[in-house]
């Protein structure tokens, strides 16, 4: 079993539509990150959070710190959101280097 | 250029020749990781390092070697390349300032033939 699990693996939505994606972990965190990738493009961290809720723009990013799960949140979503979401966990020790779950290919439809 | 960088941004090499990839920030972070990126894995990490003289392996470093002699910079060679190893490399960064949130370079798209 994987230590971070995303779901779903895939995702198409219609412009406009409100979208969730999902985020387990097994493990003690230190932080829980959400990152995006756009085709052929780097990777850009949206959120980095270790307990509540973090708001940018459409985006929300909600986590559960006693459930370990975490949720991504696009409002009004828009065609540009379409990319891959990746979430990923930092492990308690000092380095905090990133586990990463498998990624959610997001496509938005106009 | 303020930032994260790396060098090249592509690169097709041969088996068993050795390349190295280049990582360099201008933020002074103390910490930079190396990851490898592959359809149907996901991202990895190869190796990390806490600050100047400092590193460390993770989850896949065997074929890796990496040194960091200064801050700003973190090179990952492949001492003798195997197709196993054509994968997208990304280096990242990160820092106390910030929380340690994570910045990542574009990535080197590298093949071995």
């Known amino acids: 079993k994987n230590e971070v699990e995303q779901s779903p693996q895939n995702l198409t939505a219609q412009e406009g539509e409100f979208i969730t994606i999902n985020c387990s972990y097994s493990?003690?965190?230190?932080?829980l990150h959400w990152l995006q990738q756009h085709p052929g493009g780097g990777i850009v961290s949206l959120f980095m959070?270790?307990?509540g809720k973090k708001k940018h723009g459409r985006l929300i990013a909600t986590i559960n710190i006693q459930e370990k799960h975490s949720s991504l949140h696009i409002t009004a979503s828009h065609p540009r959101d379409s990319a891959v979401y990746i979430c990923?966990?930092?492990?308690?020790?000092?380095?905090?280097?990133?586990?990463f779950g498998s990624g959610t290919q997001l496509t938005v439809l106009p | 250029d303020a930032g994260i960088t790396q060098s090249p941004r592509y690169k097709i090499t041969e088996t068993g020749r050795q390349v190295t990839l280049m990582c360099h920030q201008t933020?002074?972070?103390?910490?930079m990781f190396w990851y490898r990126q592959d359809l149907g894995h996901g991202l990895r990490l190869i190796y990390y390092?806490?600050?100047?003289?400092?590193?460390d392996k993770g989850e896949v470093p065997d074929g890796y070697v990496v040194s960091r002699s200064k801050t700003e910079n973190f090179p990952l060679t492949l001492e003798s390349a195997t197709r196993s190893q054509t994968s997208v490399y990304f280096c990242?960064?990160?820092?106390?300032?910030?929380?340690?949130?994570?910045?990542f370079g574009p990535g080197t798209r590298l093949t071995v033939t």
């Open positions: 959070l270790s307990s």
């Open positions: 933020w002074s972070h103390s910490y």
């Open positions: 990923a966990v930092s492990g308690l020790g000092s380095a905090r280097q990133l586990t």
């Open positions: 390092s806490a600050a100047a003289d400092i590193t």
């Open positions: 990242a960064s990160s820092g106390v300032v910030g929380g340690y949130e994570q910045y």
């Open positions: 493990v003690g965190i230190s932080a």
